[in-house]
């Protein structure tokens, strides 16, 4: 579960920006300056979200632009295949979840639950609070990521880029493009593809992983760690260790965690294996040994950690980007597939726009089933 102070925390920042901001507006001698200095940085506020925006990325985004334009034009071009086959698969997906989920509701049995195909993410219920950090940081950088897509590939297509930005809603990061609608309605729909797949299209890649995991012994030198004579191997008594030279413990299967514990107690140090509850230091074994001595030893656990995290939900986000639903990348690519599929069969302009308007409501119906139900499956059950 959320920390009650967690909660507590966010709930009164969210009070005090928002009273603040109220105030501010409300107030003849500081209204004026506060809006201009608001307007000059950029910021707009609202009940639960922060934006910010600026222009000082744009020479960044054109000098990216004119890297190798054969390159970048051939990978967005195989973005526009990709970005129409995963709009067509995230429909797909996000139905077999429905039934999957369906499924879970109305069984007892166990694994059902693990069958998912995608779930709901909720801080504090599915996700350990204690990942939070690492939830939020890859979450920015995917979306950082997203939006660099659209930002390069709207300057190769000649559409200018009015600045870029991000936000805050609640807790959840984000970040977003904008771009000079103008220059968006003149060219093809074919390149308007080009520019709303870049999102999805432009992710971090997912590293090889192993085909199974396999079950590792790590063994130390008892002296280096320990230097008493006696030490305990789980709730086991303890037995005299006096002559051994080294100790080998298997690590957990699920989590990777190592079950050592080390405490030292007055007048002996103990060496246990397992997770006895009285324990105050805690040691953990890992496969990596620093070259450097200014290295921790945590840091191969916190980037592998923080690279799945990232993978993850890059995946998850050029998944959801594509649905054909309203307010998401999806709406745009839908909208831009129907000009350049339909002109010839529908010529009515607004015939179209009412297909459209209808596969973006199914869509949206289709999504908002899949967060509803299964924010229930993860809060409560």
């Not at 107030?27 to 934006?51: K, N, Q």
């Not at 020479?59 to 890297?67: E, M, S, T, V």
Request: charged share 10%; proline share 5%.
């Amino acid at each position: 579960m959320v920390p009650v102070s967690l909660l507590v925390f966010v709930m009164a920042g969210w009070c005090v920006v928002y009273l603040t901001d109220t105030l501010l507006r409300s107030s003849a001698t500081h209204r004026i300056s506060y809006e201009s200095w608001l307007a000059s940085r950029g910021l707009m506020l609202s009940p639960f979200h922060v934006r910010w925006q600026t222009t000082m990325f744009n020479r960044l985004f054109a000098y990216c632009a004119r890297i190798d334009p054969r390159a970048l034009h051939l990978w967005f071009s195989s973005g526009l295949v990709f970005g129409v086959a995963a709009m067509l698969g995230s429909v797909l997906l996000l139905v077999r979840t429905l039934q999957q989920t369906y499924a879970q509701m109305t069984t007892d049995n166990p694994r059902i639950g693990g069958q998912q195909t995608l779930q709901v993410v909720v801080p504090g219920f599915n996700l350990p609070t204690s990942q939070l950090a690492y939830f939020f940081s890859a979450l920015l950088l995917s979306g950082l990521v997203h939006e660099l897509g659209h930002a390069v590939a709207a300057l190769r297509e000649q559409v200018r880029v009015n600045g870029f930005g991000m936000f805050v809603f609640v807790v959840y990061p984000g970040a977003f493009v904008d771009l000079f609608t103008t220059h968006l309605n003149l060219i093809s729909p074919a390149q308007q593809l080009r520019i709303f797949c870049a999102g999805p299209d432009t992710g971090i890649p997912s590293p090889a992983s192993r085909g199974q995991q396999r079950a590792a012994f790590a063994c130390m030198p008892v002296r280096k760690m320990v230097t008493g004579t006696r030490a305990c191997r789980g709730d086991q008594d303890c037995a005299a260790l006096s002559h051994a030279a080294s100790v080998c413990v298997t690590p957990s299967l699920e989590n990777q965690t190592r079950f050592i514990r080390v405490t030292h107690p007055p007048n002996t140090h103990m060496l246990f294996v397992g997770y006895p509850p009285h324990l105050q230091y805690a040691v953990s074994l890992t496969n990596f040994v620093p070259r450097f001595g200014f290295l921790h030893l945590d840091l191969p656990v916190f980037l592998e950690t923080f690279c799945k995290y990232v993978v993850s939900l890059s995946g998850a986000l050029a998944v959801v980007n594509s649905v054909p639903c309203f307010a998401l990348d999806g709406q745009w690519m839908l909208n831009a597939l129907l000009e350049a599929t339909l002109v010839t069969v529908v010529t009515d302009r607004g015939k179209r726009e009412l297909i459209g308007f209808f596969l973006l409501l199914a869509g949206s119906a289709l999504l908002a089933a899949n967060m509803a139900l299964g924010l229930w499956m993860v809060t409560a059950r």
